[in-house]
Nanobody
Framework: QVQLVESGGGLVQAGGSLRLSCAAS???????????MGWFRQAPGKQRDLVAV???????NYADSVKGRFTISRDNAKNTVYLQMNSLKPEDTAVYYC????????WGQGTQVTVSL
């Protein structure tokens, strides 16, 4: 059973920064290494959207709304994926989740990010 545990969210003022972490564990070793991993977010009343992806080879891709402000990275040895979020805006407020790009694994509980004016 694969578990994804997100952490690092919080309340921050607009323009601030946060670094999210996602630790993967379970019956499949090196989940982060073998999968394209993504960070998703879901705002109240909206669908869950993919905002950043890192491939197994390390290439990255971002939604237009976060391009230039967010950076996805991973540590294969720790089976962990990170999301550095800078220049945060109120519209970035959401619950953030990580998963394989395809959303294949069971979803974790997410981590709440709230950006105030």
């Amino acid at each position: 059973q694969v578990q994804l545990v997100e952490s690092g969210g919080g309340l921050v003022q607009a323009g601030g920064s946060l670094r999210l972490s996602c630790a993967a564990s379970g019956s499949i070793v090196n989940i982060v290494n073998i999968n394209a991993m993504g960070w998703f977010r879901q705002a109240p009343g909206k669908q869950r959207d993919l905002v950043a992806v890192i491939s197994g080879r390390g290439s990255t891709n971002y939604a237009d709304s976060v391009k230039g402000r967010f950076t996805i990275s991973r540590d294969n040895a720790k089976n962990t994926v990170y999301l550095q979020m800078n220049s945060l805006k109120p519209e970035d407020t959401a619950v953030y989740y990580c998963n394989a790009e395809t959303g294949y694994y069971p979803w974790g509980q997410g981590t709440q990010v709230t950006v105030s004016l």
